[in-house]
């Protein structure tokens, strides 16, 4: 962690509960306000002048008055090595996965290579003002180690795992069920619990995991606890036929996680969308989160994600990019996109509301609550600061917002990209556009 002493003077909005919930009464703004960080953790945040006459001399000053502060965004499901094969043209997820990822994935074989795509992954994270992400590697270890390097380095928290998959791939990305166990067992006891790191244990899904590979993960689940699972699920109806065909015995294809004991509340189901009611009591019973992609569902053509379902069923739901399946590093991007799924479904998604889960909804449904999602004295000093002002049409738009907060956070969604996000602080450290020279 880094010793510098620094306040940053600004808006600062931070969520105290879920919108959706307890209304105004989720989040708190203070106008005039001032977050002081030190250490890489938030030592106060108050109005400004308060803030000003506590912090030490010698502090480092960022005046981003005019400015909006809040909490460091959260990706719950992304890629980290499918930043060259983003925008592959023309096909749906079977066919996207053999012709564009797995021939990009088998490039992860080189160290070098992993290290390079790992930088340029987590300095674009960065410059989109996401600064926590639970990331798929590929099936190689040197491309966790490469991974969680790059994030130690940047002293970022981090999620991460080794793909495992053992049939239905090329030859060159397949691990075998025990490899798999071993190969992710070495890895855990490497790098879990190290600063801010931790490992999620992931199988791709389970049309490239055979039963015993299924069964391997769910060991390495009871083994550890404490350790994340991530997987994909439901996204593609082919892919849930071929889940059909392969796991005949199975009730469902969530009943498939399920009897290999990779349910439960630290487990992340990506995509979720053509879910029986079975499955969707299932998750909530098992307290698994769901992570809606947006740009991924439509960018590959995989369906649209029922939100209001889901939460009904009290399901715990995250949001993510699903880079490189997904188009947008940025969040907010993803939450804009996620906000016209959830019209084409007749569903509302007010921008509180997708504030709140791109910041402490995200951080519950990872359960880092404790450390990152709010603006709180002791939680770690990951924010980001978002200039109204970026874009002609952003200061254009905002002309009309009247200080309406509302207002504010939807034109941000609806308009705003990587160019809205003017800094970002990583453990209390200004990291937007702090381009390693890898
Ligand atoms: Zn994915």
């Known amino acids: 962690m880094n010793a510098t002493a620094r306040v940053i003077r600004g808006r600062v909005l931070s969520f105290t509960g879920d919108p959706a919930e307890s209304g105004s009464r989720a989040y708190s703004l203070i106008e005039n306000g001032a977050v002081l960080v030190n250490g890489g953790l938030i030592e106060a945040v108050g109005e400004a002048p308060d803030i000003l006459a506590r912090a030490p001399s010698g ?55 992993c290290a390079r795509v790992a930088d340029f992954f987590l300095d674009e994270l960065f410059r989109s003002g996401t600064t926590t992400a639970m990331v798929y590697c590929t099936v190689h270890p040197s491309s966790v180690e490469a991974f969680f ?43 879990r619990g190290r600063g801010r790191l931790d490992y999620a244990i992931t199988p791709r899904f389970a049309v490239t995991s055979t039963q015993a590979q299924l069964d391997a993960a769910g060991a390495l689940a009871r083994e550890f606890p404490q350790l994340y699972v991530q997987t994909h699920a439901n996204e593609n109806k082919a892919e849930i036929a071929r889940v059909a065909a392969l796991f005949p015995e199975a009730r469902s294809y969530i009943d498939v996680y399920e009897k290999a004991g990779l349910t439960g509340p630290r487990s992340v189901f990506g995509h979720c969308i053509h879910l029986q009611d079975s499955e969707v009591a299932a998750l909530a019973k098992s307290q698994s989160v769901a992570a809606f992609c947006p740009t991924s569902n439509l960018f590959l053509g995989s369906g649209l994600f029922d939100q209001a379902r889901l939460a009904r069923a009290g399901v715990r ?34 921008a509180l509301d997708a ?83 890898a």
């Open 149 to 191: 390097t790059a994030a130690e380095a940047r002293g970022a928290r981090m999620i991460a795992g080794k793909v495992m998959m053992d049939r239905d791939a090329p030859t060159a990305l397949m691990d075998t069920a025990e490899r798999g166990y071993d190969e992710s067992k070495a890895l855990i006891e490497r790098w």
């Open 355 to 437: 504030f709140y889960r791109m910041t402490l909804g995200n951080a519950r449904a990872l359960s880092l609550d404790d450390r990152i999602g709010s603006i709180e004295p002791g939680k770690e000093a990951d924010l980001i600061v978002l200039d109204p002002r970026a874009t002609p049409a952003l200061a254009h738009r905002m002309e009309r917002a009247g200080g309406n907060i509302e207002v504010e956070l939807f034109a941000f969604l609806t308009l705003g990209d990587d160019r809205a996000v003017r800094q970002t602080y990583v453990a209390g450290e200004p990291c937007k556009d702090a381009r390693s020279v």
């Open 317 to 350: 739901i995250a949001l993510a990019t699903d880079v490189g399946g997904g188009t947008s590093y940025s969040m907010l991007r993803t939450a804009a996109e996620g906000y016209k799924v959830l019209q084409l479904k007749g569903q509302s998604w007010p």
């Open 59 to 113: 502090a480092v000053i960022d005046d981003q008055t005019g400015c909006l502060i809040t909490s460091g965004l959260i990706d719950a499901h992304v890629h980290y090595p499918q930043t060259q094969v983003i925008g592959s043209y023309g096909a749906q997820l079977l066919d996207w996965l053999h012709n564009y990822t797995f021939v990009e994935e088998q490039k992860f074989a080189d160290p070098a290579h």
